[in-house]
């Protein structure tokens, strides 16, 4: 398929239709599906849950068609830490990746190789394809495919359509995270500080005013050597990163307006 830019339009100005992330997204599926892909799956992970010793799996938004017990094994099991598409994409490699290749490729360890074999096995993911869209310091992004056409109409599918399908997912990306979405960090980022108790977020608020943390008892009812035990705490949640790493992210991210 060529560019088909009037379509292109109208999926730009749907999207933007919209400040809802999830509206965006089910305007997103519609689009994918006129392309003939089944299934579509969306992550953003933040930086902080790819560091090695992070606790929080990546949270994913998808459509019906993509199989929901892949993302919940894929959750479970931190498949993340094996996925040879988040390894990549870290990497800055940018480009398109078809699972099945990767499968047969010698670039993969067993433990990659295994993921894409129990999504197939497991989950009846027979074709499947990511874009990523993106690799910078708030961390990494992208979309996968899957569709449950033969082998050599999935090829043809890749061959007609993929241009059309990297404009439409980098739209989305760029409309979403580019912009900011607010939906975008309760979904995506929030997670990790769920569990926060008032204390830890009053603790956060005095480490973001710039003040140091010595101080705190004399603008609240906390210690210091408490404040220091509870940082030490939610570092460790976000995979054994500095306390100025932290604030940087949580300043990234604008976190203090979500807490």
């Not at 099991?77 to 047969?104: C, G, Q, S």
């Not at 190789?113 to 394809?129: F, G, L, Q, R, T």
Request: aromatic content about 14%; overall charge negative; some cysteine.
């Amino acid at each position: 398929m060529k560019i088909n830019k009037q379509l292109l339009g109208e999926f730009f100005y749907d999207i933007y239709s919209t400040d809802d992330l999830e509206e965006r997204f089910k305007i997103y599926e519609k689009y994918v599906q006129t392309l003939g892909f089944d299934g579509v799956s969306y992550t953003f992970i933040p930086e902080f849950c790819l560091e090695k010793n992070s606790k929080q799996a990546p949270t994913f938004i998808f459509s019906e068609l993509f199989p929901e017990s892949f993302i919940e094994q894929y959750s479970y099991d931190r498949f993340d830490k094996n996925d040879f598409t988040v390894k990549r994409i870290k990497a800055k490699k940018l480009e398109p990746m078809d699972w099945k290749i990767f499968k047969h490729s010698d670039e993969l360890s067993l433990e990659e190789k295994n993921v894409i074999v129990v999504a197939d096995n497991d989950h009846e993911i027979k074709n499947a394809i990511s874009v990523p869209t993106m690799s910078n310091d708030k961390g990494i992004a992208g979309a996968s495919f899957v569709s449950t056409a033969n082998s050599a109409d999935f090829q043809q599918l890749k061959n007609e359509r993929l241009e059309m399908l990297q404009l439409f997912t980098k739209l989305f990306h760029d409309s979403t995270v580019n912009h900011s979405v607010p939906s975008l960090i309760s979904t995506f980022v929030m997670p990790t500080f769920l569990s926060l108790n008032q204390k830890e977020i009053a603790v956060l608020r005095y480490l973001a005013s710039g003040k140091y943390l010595k101080n705190i008892k004399y603008s609240t009812d906390i210690s210091y050597s408490y404040a220091s035990n509870l940082l030490s705490s939610l570092r460790k949640k976000l995979g054994g990163i500095s306390n100025e790493k932290m604030m940087y992210l949580i300043g990234l991210f604008n976190m203090m307006d979500h807490l």
